[in-house]
C-alpha cells in the first residue's frame, strides 16, 4: 500500500470516487423533458411580493372599498412579504375568524332573546353565515388548485350570505353595532378577494 504524505493511504480514495461519481451524474447529458422539469419546479418556487402597483389595482377596483383596502394593506407588516396568492388566503383567514366569531354571537343572541321574531332573525342570519364559513372553506382549496374563477364565486357567495343577514334579518331588530361593524368587515375584506381574484393567474 503506498502511504501518502498526510499518512492517511489510500483511504481517501473512495471519498474522490464517489466525488468523480457526482460530478459525471450532474455533469452528464440532460434531455429537454427533463431540463423543463426543472425549470418549471424553480418557477413555480419563486414568490414576489405584492407591489404598490398591484395593490392601487385591487384597492380601485369596484368591488373593494377604497379606504378600508389601503388601510388593511398598511396596518399588517406581515402582508408586505406575500405574494397575490398567499395574501389572498391571509385574508380568507380573517373572514374565517371574523364569520365564526359573527356566526357564535348570533347564536348567543338567539339564546339569550325571549322575543320570538327577534329569535328567528339571528337564527336566520346565524344560518347565512354557516354558508358563508363553508364557501371560505371552498375558495381556500381553489386557491390551491389555482381556480381564481371559482374562488371569484365562493367569495361572492360569502359576501352575499353576510350582507342577506344584514340587510334581511337584522333590519328587524335593533342589533349591538359591534355586531354590524363584524358584518361590515367581513364584507370589506371579502372585496379585497375578489379583486385579487380578478388577477391571478389561472392554472
Same mark, same amino acid.
Given at each position: ?76 407588516? =406581515? ?6 396568492? &398567499?395574501?389572498?388566503?391571509?385574508? *380568507?383567514?380573517? /373572514?374565517? #375568524? $371574523? +364569520?365564526? !366569531? ?38 381556500? =382549496? ?6 381564481? &374563477?371559482?374562488?371569484?364565486?365562493? *367569495?361572492?357567495? /360569502?359576501? #352575499? $350570505? +353576510?350582507? !342577506? ?39
Amino acid at each position: 500500500m503506498t502511504v501518502s504524505k498526510n499518512g492517511m493511504g489510500n483511504c481517501i480514495r473512495p471519498k474522490l470516487y464517489r466525488r468523480k461519481m457526482t460530478i459525471q451524474i450532474m455533469t452528464g447529458p440532460i434531455n429537454g423533458e427533463v431540463m423543463a422539469l426543472i425549470f418549471y419546479k424553480c418557477i413555480t418556487r419563486l414568490s414576489f411580493a405584492v407591489t404598490q402597483s398591484e395593490v392601487q389595482t385591487i384597492c380601485s377596483s369596484p368591488t373593494s372599498n377604497p379606504s378600508f383596502c389601503y388601510k388593511f394593506f398598511k396596518s399588517d407588516p =406581515k402582508i408586505e412579504k406575500l405574494d397575490l396568492s &398567499d395574501t389572498a388566503k391571509y385574508l *380568507i383567514h380573517h /373572514a374565517q #375568524q $371574523n +364569520a365564526l !366569531d359573527t356566526h357564535n354571537q348570533l347564536q348567543l343572541l338567539a339564546n339569550s332573546t325571549t322575543d320570538k321574531r327577534t329569535k328567528e332573525c339571528y337564527i336566520s342570519c346565524s344560518k347565512y353565515y354557516d354558508k358563508a364559513l363553508y364557501s371560505f372553506g371552498e375558495a381556500l =382549496k381553489d386557491i390551491e388548485v389555482h381556480n381564481p &374563477d371559482y374562488l371569484n364565486v365562493e *367569495i361572492s357567495a /360569502a359576501r #352575499q $350570505n +353576510a350582507n !342577506d343577514c344584514k340587510t334581511l334579518d337584522l333590519k328587524d331588530v335593533k342589533p349591538d353595532p359591534k355586531l354590524m361593524m363584524k358584518i361590515d368587515f367581513l364584507e370589506n375584506v371579502c372585496g379585497i378577494v375578489l379583486s385579487i381574484s380578478d388577477i391571478l393567474p389561472k392554472n
